[in-house]
């Protein structure tokens, strides 16, 4: 069986430059990375690994919401420019790389469901917990710096609803990390106990004459952002990927 160690390229790469003490500062940073990067191959003794990295477009995201990821820190210019320098590295030490255009959330969210579409196994290597939205046997996550999985289980609880009602949650109670906005007015405590009695956001709107008549008025309002909190949070799984499961097996 096929086993995809899929990194997501500036989830690792960030948090191991930010350890560094000058952000202007990438000694060293092409042996760090390859260092992590073999150790999690020993660990999980994958058939193939693919690290995927972000892109310059503008993400369909951002067109549907120019708020999106709004105030996020850039990216130290010093490891902008050492990028290209790096993926050479890695190529070097058997981890290929794969640039998506915009984000790699999506394009990782892809490679994972069509391997185990056909039979395979995927580890996605992040802590962005949005990928516990991919529930399947077959589809593992990995936090390299707690060394742990990250699992859907940990996440029901903190979140404090079901896994099929996580993308419903978000819609409600919104992102702060990615500036998705939610409904303004519901907040966590709110989106749980509306979970609770009607179970997904479309019997939420369906019912509305049953919600007491304060929070209805507040999901009335933010219906429309309701729905656009709804797609953006989604991973998508059918983005067209310019590449070959071939080009990312390890060497025998």
């Given at each position: 069986m096929n086993t995809f160690l899929i990194i997501d390229g500036l989830n690792l790469v960030r948090r191991i430059h930010a350890a560094q003490p000058n952000e202007n500062d990438t000694n060293g940073l092409d042996t760090r990375v390859t260092s992590a990067c073999k150790k999690l191959i020993k660990f999980h003794q994958p058939s193939h690994v693919a690290i995927v990295w972000d892109g310059n477009g503008i993400s369909w995201r951002k067109q549907l919401f120019e708020d999106y990821k709004k105030g996020r820190k850039p990216m130290?210019?010093?490891?902008?420019?050492?990028?290209?320098?790096?993926?050479?590295?890695?190529?070097?030490?058997?981890?290929?790389?794969?640039?998506?255009e915009t984000e790699a959330d999506d394009v990782i969210?892809?490679?994972?469901?069509?391997?185990?579409s056909s039979g395979g196994e995927a580890i996605i290597v992040s802590t962005d917990k949005g990928f516990t939205q991919l529930n399947h046997p077959k589809i593992k996550r990995w936090d390299h710096f707690n060394q742990a999985y990250l699992t859907v289980e940990e996440r029901e609880q903190k979140l404090g609803v079901q896994h099929s009602q996580f993308i419903d949650y978000l819609a409600l109670a919104g992102d702060?990390?990615?500036?998705?906005?939610?409904?303004?007015?519901?907040?966590?405590?709110?989106?749980?106990?509306?979970?609770?009695t009607f179970?997904?956001?479309?019997?939420?709107y369906t019912s509305i004459d049953n919600v007491g008549a304060k929070q209805a008025k507040k999901l009335e309002a933010g219906k429309q952002m309701a729905r656009m909190s709804y797609k953006l949070v989604q991973l998508q799984?059918?983005?067209?990927?310019?590449?070959?499961l071939?080009?990312?097996r390890l060497p025998q």
């Open positions: 130290p210019e010093a490891l902008a420019q050492f990028l290209p320098e790096l993926k050479t590295h890695l190529a070097e030490n058997h981890v290929n790389s794969l640039d998506a969210a892809t490679l994972a469901c069509k391997l185990v702060s990390g990615n500036k998705i906005p939610g409904v303004p007015g519901i907040g966590p405590k709110s989106a749980i106990e509306l979970l609770k179970r997904s956001l479309a019997n939420i799984t059918d983005m067209p990927l310019q590449a070959n071939s080009q990312f």
